[in-house]
């Protein structure tokens, strides 16, 4: 796979129909994150608000590019109990949603006979993948991208079969 990956931002850009993303981890360890998760943890307020400085790029982007028409959609598959880290993450999804994305969660019981690739990964308009790699810890070590027909196959796959079992955010409860 090619060492120069556009960026999540471009990609999403220049997509004309769809977005897609799948997350199967039950743990991220992203550092822009940190100050949130420990306040959430503390039971204090997090920022949810869609509009804020926090937020801002990822909602004008996500409603700019609903706004030409992409659907954008997010399935996560999810270990029950879920992990510490799930339940604030479906706690901020509230944004993801208000921003314009369709998301659902799969508990990973219900996933078994899905064949899945070995990365997270978001696919635009059915032709090209970007997987997100992390580290044992969940931190992240970069992107890779490919259009190869196999593996977009496979991503589609995989993406439409979490999506047809999947639970609608307001529906799943943690």
């Given amino acids: 796979m090619p060492q120069s990956v556009p960026s999540f931002y471009e990609l999403l850009g220049a997509a ?43 909602t004008e982007a996500i409603q700019g ?3 030409r028409g992409v659907t954008v959609r997010r399935a996560q598959i999810i270990s ?11 706690h901020i999804t509230q944004v993801n949603v208000a921003a314009g994305e369709l998301v659902r969660w799969l508990p990973r019981s219900q996933a078994s006979d899905i064949p899945l690739p070995g990365n997270d990964f978001w696919l635009f308009d059915g032709e090209l993948v970007r997987f997100n790699l992390f580290d044992g810890n969940g931190a992240g070590l970069g992107p890779q991208h490919t259009e190869e027909p196999a593996v977009v196959q496979l991503c589609t796959t995989a993406f439409e079969s ?6 609608d955010h307001e529906k799943y409860s943690v």
């Fill in 80 to 90: 029950e109990p879920v992990s510490e880290y799930i339940r604030y993450e479906h």
């Fill in 16 to 58: 004309q129909h769809s977005a897609v993303h799948l997350e199967m981890r039950d743990q991220y360890g992203i550092m822009e994150e940190s100050e949130e998760i420990v306040r959430w943890r503390r039971g204090e307020a997090v920022d949810v608000d869609p509009y804020s400085e926090y937020w801002s790029d990822w």
């Fill in 65 to 67: 590019a609903v706004a």
């Fill in 162 to 167: 979490v999506w047809a079992r999947g639970i």
